[in-house]
C-alpha cells in the first residue's frame, strides 16, 4: 500500500517560488507563478500543480523558458489586443495578459487578449477565477501540444486545448467551467496503464487511428476529442478543440495544431514551428454593463438552487453544479493541506538537488496517509 | 418510395416573406426573417429553414409573436449592452442585436450583446457568418427549451443550446463551427422513430433517467448532453450548455433552464416564467484589432491546408474542416435548387389555406426526385 503526505500550502509555494528564483525570475513573478501552481493543488487538480514543477524545471534548463521578459502589447485596439509574452513562464505572462484584459474590461465594458510566445499557463480556472473578483464573468483558454485526433484522423493534430469561464453567485459559490475538449485527461489513460487495467473504448486510437482498449497505445496513438466518434458528437470536440486553438494560436500568432512546442521532454517536438511559443486567449466582460451587479448574482443563485433540486437517475450521485468538486477540493484542502503523492515527492526532491534549494520535506509534512490518493 | 422536390431559393423565401407579412411584419423585417430561413436551407440545415415556418405561423397564431417590436438596447457600456427584443421573431430581433454587436465592434474593437425577450432565431451560424463580410469573428448562441438532463439528472433542464464562431479564410472558405451541446438533435431520434429502428446507446434517457435505445422515450425523455455518460465526458457537454444558458438567459433577463418557453405547439409549457421570452448571445471582434487582417487569414489558410492533410483512418473520409458538409450544400443548392419533402409541402400548403398567401408549388418546383432525401 503507498503512503501520502499532507502538506501546508505554504510550504509547497515557498519551495515553489524558491526553485524559479533560483533560475533568475524575479521575486514578484516567482510568488505569482507559485500561485497559479498551488491554486491548482488547493482547488484539487494534482496533474496541473506542484506536480508539473519538475517539468518547468526542465524546461529552463533547456533554456527554452527566459526568466525575465518583456510581456508587451503588440497591437492593441481599445477592447482588444495581442500580447507577446517573450518567452516567459505561462505562469507569469498569463496572469499578466489576464490582468490586461481585466483592466480593458473595467474601461470598455470588456476586454479580449490573445498572447503569442508564451508557454504552458497551468490551470485554465486560475484566470477566470480573477475575473470575479473584480465582478466580472472571466474567459480562459490555451492551445497544448497535439496528442488529440481530429474526427476521421490517424494523427495527433491538436492539444487537449481546455475552455474555462466562471461566474460569481450571490450566497452560492460561483459556477466555475473548466473543461479540456478531449474525451478524458491523459492521466487518466496513464493511471490505467500503471494499473494494468484496459480503458474504456472510445479513449484512446493507436498509430493506425484505430480504437484501442490498451493505455500502451498513448505512446504513438491520439486521444479522441469529447465525442469520440461521429455518431456520438465527435466533430463537435474537434470542433471546439480547433476554436481553442485558432484564438490562442492563429489569432496571436504563435504556434497551433501539431507545431505547438511540447511541455514535458518525453513528448516528440513538433517537425518545425509556424509561429511563436504556444498561445492562451484571455476575456472580461463587466457585468455591469448589461445588468445591475447583485441582481445578476442573484440569478445566478437561482439557477443553481433550480438545477441542485433537479432529481437524480437512481442510484446516482445528485446533479453537481460546475465546479463543485473543485469547491470542496479547496474547503477541505484548505483546512487540512494538499496531499503529495511519493512518486511527486521524489520528483521535487530531484529538483532540490539540481536547483539546490533545500526540500524538508519530511519536516514540513502534516500527516502520512496510507493508501491511494 | 417518397418524393422530394426542388425549388428555387427565391421561391421559397418569397413564400414565407408574404406569410410573415400576413401576420403584420412589416415589409424589411419579413425580408430579413425569409433570408434567415433561406439560409439555413441553403446551407443543407433542413430542420432549420422552411421547414420551421408552420411554428412560427402557430406563434403568430396564438400571439406569441410580436410583428411590430420596439427592439431596445436597456443598458450599454461600450462594448458590451443588453437588447429587448420585445417579444419578436428571433428572425428579426436576431440580426438587430447582431449588428449592434457588430457596431460596436468598429467602434470598441468587440462587442457583446445578451437578449432577452425574444423567441427562435434560426441557425446559429447566420450570424458569426455576417461578422465574416465585416473582417471580425463573429460568435453566435441562443437558448433553447429543455429537451436535455444534466450529468446525473432525471429531468430536461437545458435546451440543445447551440455554439457558432466563425474565422474568415484568404482563399479558402471561413472556418465556420456550428454545434448543438447535446449528443445529437432531436431531428435523428425522430428520424429513428419513423423508421421503427433502434437508436445508439447514451444519446437518449427515459423518464426516469435510464439509457434507452427505444427513440419513441423521446417525448417523455431527455436527450444527454455531449460526451453522454460520465466515462466519456458528459459533464463537458452538461457544462458548455450551462455556459450558453448563462450568457443567453441569466445575463441578458430571459428565462432560463427549464423555464425557456417551447417553441413547437406539442412541446409542454414550463411552469411558470423567470424571466423575458427565450435569451441569445451575440460576440464580434475586429480581426484588425490584433493583427493585420490579410495576413490571420493567411494564416487560416494555413491551418486549413495543414488540417487536411491529417492521414484518415483506414476505410474513413479525409479529416474534415468545421464549415465543409455547408459549404458543399451551398454551392450544390446554390446552382441546383433547395430540396423539400412531401411533409413539409403539405405544412405549407396548411400555412397557405391558413394565411391566405398563394404557394404554387407544383408550377414553380424545378424537378420532382424520387427517394429520400
Redesign the interface.
Known amino acids: 500500500m503507498p503512503n501520502y503526505y499532507l502538506f501546508k500550502p505554504d510550504f509547497l509555494s515557498g519551495f515553489t517560488a524558491d526553485v524559479f528564483k533560483s533560475f533568475g525570475v524575479p521575486e514578484q513573478d516567482a510568488r505569482q507563478a507559485s500561485k497559479v501552481l498551488a491554486k491548482s493543488d488547493i482547488r484539487g487538480i494534482d496533474s496541473h500543480g506542484i506536480a508539473r514543477l519538475k517539468s518547468y524545471v526542465e524546461m529552463f534548463s533547456i533554456g527554452r523558458l527566459n526568466p525575465t521578459p518583456e510581456i508587451t502589447v503588440v ?8 500580447v507577446d509574452g517573450d518567452s516567459g513562464l505561462g505562469l507569469v505572462v498569463g496572469p499578466k495578459a489576464n490582468e490586461i484584459a481585466m483592466d480593458k474590461a473595467s ?4 476586454g ?1 487578449v ?1 498572447v503569442c510566445n508564451t508557454n504552458h499557463y497551468g490551470i485554465a480556472s486560475y484566470y477566470s477565477l480573477q475575473a470575479l473578483e473584480r465582478d466580472m ?1 472571466g474567459w480562459s483558454m490555451t492551445n497544448t501540444s497535439s496528442i488529440v ?7 495527433s ?1 491538436l492539444g487537449t486545448n481546455p ?1 474555462s ?1 466562471a ?1 460569481p453567485g450571490y450566497n452560492n459559490p460561483p ?1 466555475v ?1 473548466d ?3 478531449s ?2 485527461a491523459l492521466g487518466k489513460v496513464e493511471i490505467a496503464r500503471r494499473q494494468g487495467k484496459p480503458i ?1 473504448e ?1 479513449w484512446l ?1 493507436n498509430e ?3 480504437d484501442t482498449t490498451n493505455p500502451s497505445d498513448m505512446f504513438k496513438g491520439s486521444l479522441l476529442p ?3 466518434t461521429r ?3 465527435g ?6 478543440s ?2 481553442v ?3 490562442c494560436g ?4 504563435a504556434n ?3 507545431f505547438v512546442p511540447q511541455f514535458a521532454m518525453y513528448e516528440t517536438p513538433p517537425e518545425h514551428s ?2 511563436k511559443g504556444i498561445g492562451h486567449f484571455f476575456g472580461a ?7 445591475e451587479v447583485e441582481a ?1 448574482k442573484k ?2 443563485d ?2 443553481i438552487e ?2 441542485r433540486k ?5 442510484g ?5 453544479i ?1 465546479g463543485d468538486p473543485e469547491h470542496k477540493a479547496e474547503k477541505d484542502r484548505t483546512r487540512n493541506g494538499i496531499p503529495v503523492i511519493q512518486a511527486v515527492i521524489d520528483d521535487l526532491n530531484f529538483v532540490s538537488a539540481t536547483t539546490r534549494v533545500p526540500f524538508d520535506w519530511e519536516n514540513a509534512c502534516l500527516e502520512v496517509i496510507s493508501g491511494e490518493l
Chains 1, 2 share one sequence.
Open positions: 497591437r492593441d485596439r481599445k477592447s482588444v489586443a495581442t474601461q470598455h465594458g470588456s479580449w490573445s464573468i485526433s481530429p474526427l476521421w484522423g490517424a494523427k493534430m475552455i469561464i461566474f459556477i467551467i473543461l479540456a475538449t474525451v478524458v474504456p472510445g486510437v493506425q487511428g484505430q469529447l465525442g469520440s455518431e456520438m458528437g466533430h463537435k470536440g474537434y470542433c471546439l480547433s476554436m486553438d485558432i484564438l492563429v489569432l496571436s500568432g497551433w495544431g501539431p509556424v509561429g466582460m463587466e457585468i455591469d454593463g448589461f445588468d445578476f440569478r445566478i437561482q439557477w433550480e438545477f433537479t432529481p437524480p437517475i437512481n446516482q450521485e445528485a446533479v453537481l460546475p
